[in-house]
């Protein structure tokens, strides 16, 4: 990229962040300034822009900079998705090929399904929600997969906190409703999005576990629901939980 092409503000405020990040017990304003090479009071306006969108933190009590939650989370998830998308994507073709639909590969991240990576359909009308793309996750059969490993106090939790986030007629909105699909999926080993996102699509979904026997991700297949007949659900099912269990030793991990 040329220099012409840089945007400046976005430049400096990410140089900071470096900066701080750089050192372990974080830099007053004026030090931040002297090794920016800016002024004290653009760097205050830069450091307050990052520390509202959560990438750094003020230490009130000795005015020090840090590096905010929001930046681990960054730096979390390019970890997370570079240890688990290697090792997936084999298996997320051979899931694409069996059930010729769309496959992914999703995590958790604050109330929301993230997909890291997918293997599309060859059908020529596919469902597509690519990399990077954000699904509450009470909207995604990848998503309840994953929270139904939890207790059913954390999943109260995770509603109090985030609320139900209702896309289509179908979506879950009701305490008892999430519960009862929780013990749902328990029991069977996967769960299904029933056009719960978007209206004619459907997605079965199976968790992967980690080495410790905590939930690592999901992968799921998506398809139109005029495809996704219950009898063509069922037979994705079976081939998600095969292959979900089979990443799943793959990667070193193990259900608890």
């Given at each position: 990229?040329?220099?012409?092409?840089?945007?400046?503000?976005?430049?400096?405020?990410?140089?900071?962040?470096?900066?701080?990040?750089?050192?372990?017990?974080?830099?007053?304003?004026?030090?931040?300034?002297?090794?920016?090479?800016?002024?004290?009071?653009?760097?205050?306006?830069?450091?307050?822009?990052?520390?509202?969108?959560?990438?750094?933190?003020?230490?009130?009590?000795?005015?020090?900079?840090?590096?905010?939650?929001?930046?681990?989370?960054?730096?979390?998830?390019?970890?997370?998705?570079?240890?688990?998308?290697?090792?997936?994507?084999?298996?997320?073709?051979?899931?694409?090929?069996?059930?010729?639909?769309?496959?992914?590969?999703?995590?958790?991240?604050?109330?929301?399904?993230?997909?890291?990576?997918?293997?599309?359909?060859?059908?020529?009308?596919?469902?597509?929600?690519?990399?990077?793309?954000?699904?509450?996750?009470?909207?995604?059969?990848?998503?309840?997969?994953?929270?139904?490993?939890?207790?059913?106090?954390?999943?109260?939790?995770?509603?109090?906190?985030?609320?139900?986030?209702?896309?289509?007629?179908?979506?879950?909105?009701?305490?008892?409703?999430?519960?009862?699909?929780?013990?749902?999926?328990?029991?069977?080993?996967?769960?299904?999005?029933?056009?719960?996102?978007?209206?004619?699509?459907?997605?079965?979904?199976?968790?992967?576990?980690?080495?410790?026997?905590?939930?690592?991700?999901?992968?799921s297949v998506s398809g139109l629901a005029a495809r996704m007949t219950p009898e063509k659900v069922l037979r994705c099912a079976e081939v998600v939980t095969?292959?979900?269990?089979?990443?799943?030793?793959?990667?070193?991990?193990?259900?608890?």
């Amino acid at each position: 990229m040329s220099d012409g092409q840089v945007v400046q503000s976005v430049d400096r405020a990410l140089r900071l962040l470096e900066l701080v990040a750089a050192e372990a017990d974080g830099l007053r304003l004026s030090e931040v300034a002297r090794r920016a090479g800016l002024a004290p009071s653009t760097t205050h306006r830069l450091l307050t822009t990052l520390e509202q969108r959560g990438f750094l933190q003020c230490d009130a009590a000795t005015g020090t900079w840090h590096v905010g939650r929001k930046a681990h989370a960054v730096g979390a998830a390019y970890v997370l998705s570079r240890n688990l998308v290697a090792p997936a994507v084999p298996f997320l073709r051979r899931l694409r090929d069996a059930t010729r639909e769309t496959a992914n590969l999703g995590v958790i991240e604050d109330g929301e399904v993230i997909t890291i990576s997918q293997a599309e359909s060859r059908e020529i009308m596919r469902a597509i929600s690519p990399p990077g793309g954000r699904v509450p996750v009470l909207c995604s059969g990848m998503g309840k997969a994953i929270l139904a490993t939890r207790s059913d106090e954390d999943v109260d939790r995770m509603i109090r906190r985030h609320g139900f986030r209702a896309a289509t007629a179908h979506s879950l909105t009701r305490p008892e409703a999430v519960q009862a699909e929780m013990a749902r999926i328990r029991q069977q080993g996967w769960a299904l999005d029933d056009e719960e996102y978007v209206i004619g699509l459907r997605c079965v979904a199976a968790v992967v576990w980690g080495p410790e026997g905590e939930p690592a991700c999901a992968i799921s297949v998506s398809g139109l629901a005029a495809r996704m007949t219950p009898e063509k659900v069922l037979r994705c099912a079976e081939v998600v939980t095969r292959i979900a269990t089979e990443l799943t030793q793959a990667m070193g991990g193990k259900a608890p």
